[in-house]
């Protein structure tokens, strides 16, 4: 079901499986809502969380936005959701993307502080949370103020 106004889908009224399939049909429109308006606090969490920064968050949208549309330009790991919470995935999206793109910034030196001197020991100290998403308690918080805010 596609809520429309003035010719143009009111994306807001979306849930997140219409806003999806809006996507997969072609709408950037839509996947700029999606980043930029609904997961925007999600998005700024994990680039705070990962880079202590919010120096990069530009840069992590651009990049997000590059692994939704996917290698084949075809939307394909949006359409691999089926029946998963959008919101629980692009969790884990975001959180995976971002170390990565984090580790491979410090590999090249590329990662700074906020005086703009690399500081490799800092932030080459955090590890990489597991794939079993093990939160510590304040994390978890954390999180439950996030997604009641949302």
């Known amino acids: 079901m ?3 106004t003035k010719n143009q889908i009111n994306y807001k009224k979306l849930s997140d499986r219409e806003l999806v399939d809006v ?6 429109k839509a996947v700029e809502f999606l980043i930029y308006n609904k997961y925007d606090r999600l998005i700024r969490y ?3 969380k990962v880079f202590k920064s919010k120096e990069y968050l530009n840069d992590m949208r651009i990049e997000l936005f590059m692994k939704l549309y996917g290698k084949d330009h075809d939307w394909k790991p949006l359409k691999s959701l089926e029946g998963q919470s959008l919101f629980a995935w692009l969790n884990t999206v975001c959180m995976r993307l971002f170390l990565s793109k984090r580790d491979k910034m410090i ?3 590329i990662t700074k502080t906020s005086n703009n001197n690399v500081d490799v020991n800092r932030l080459g100290d955090e590890v990489a949370p597991d794939t079993s998403l093990i939160y510590t308690q304040d994390e978890r918080k954390e999180m439950v103020m996030m997604l009641e805010a949302i």
């Open 2 to 4: 596609q809520i429309k």
């Open 46 to 48: 994990w680039v705070n």
């Open 107 to 109: 590999g090249s030196g």
């Open 23 to 28: 996507i997969v049909n072609g709408d950037e």
